[in-house]
């Protein structure tokens, strides 16, 4: 069974929350394929039963946009309405103070409205600082943990 990740990242925190997912989905014998959201050219999903959406929160707490960073953004308006039907689909985010949950909101209704099922709700993961480029805290073992478990329970029920 195959899986995509979809995600942005500019310090590392995202692509490394991706990693660990990935890491508890191949746990279960999914195969997943990650992908920059930048770099994502098409919904080329045909060959895959899950896939996962991260995005670091930017201004998270504010309402516009959801907190989406730009290209996790941009290739979600690429989703029709049928893109992800009868798909495992999961969000992630990661923020370093608060307005993670509405970034995983935003993305999650977003895969919803193009026929994913969503398999449970999404997680979001401490790291970094406020605005910044450098790579800041890094998430704890715990929240690593947590990912890893997420990828896991994408992975089983897309399994049933």
């Not at 989905?25 to 895959?48: F, H, I, K, N």
């Not at 689909?89 to 970034?103: D, I, K, P, S």
């Not at 935003?106 to 999404?122: F, N, T």
Request: proline fraction near 3%; charged fraction near 20%; charge should be positive.
């Amino acid at each position: 069974m195959n899986a995509l990740i979809v995600y942005h990242t500019r310090t590392g925190h995202t692509r490394r929350a991706a990693d660990d997912i990935a890491e508890g989905m191949q746990s279960e014998g999914v195969v997943p394929r990650l992908v920059a959201a930048g770099d994502m050219q098409s919904w080329d999903v045909a060959d895959v039963a899950i896939v996962a959406v991260g995005s670091p929160c930017h201004a998270g707490s504010l309402a516009i946009g959801g907190g989406l960073s730009g290209p996790v953004r941009a290739i979600l308006r690429r989703l029709g309405s049928s893109t992800l039907e009868g798909k495992q689909v999961g969000a992630f985010a990661v923020n370093c103070a608060y307005g993670g949950h509405r970034t995983v909101r935003a993305i999650e209704k977003s895969l919803r409205g193009a026929g994913g099922v969503i398999v449970r709700d999404g997680i979001v993961v401490r790291a970094g600082v406020p605005f910044s480029v450098i790579t800041g805290p890094m998430a704890s073992e715990n929240a690593r943990a947590a990912l890893r478990e997420f990828g896991k329970a994408l992975a089983l029920a897309a399994s049933r």
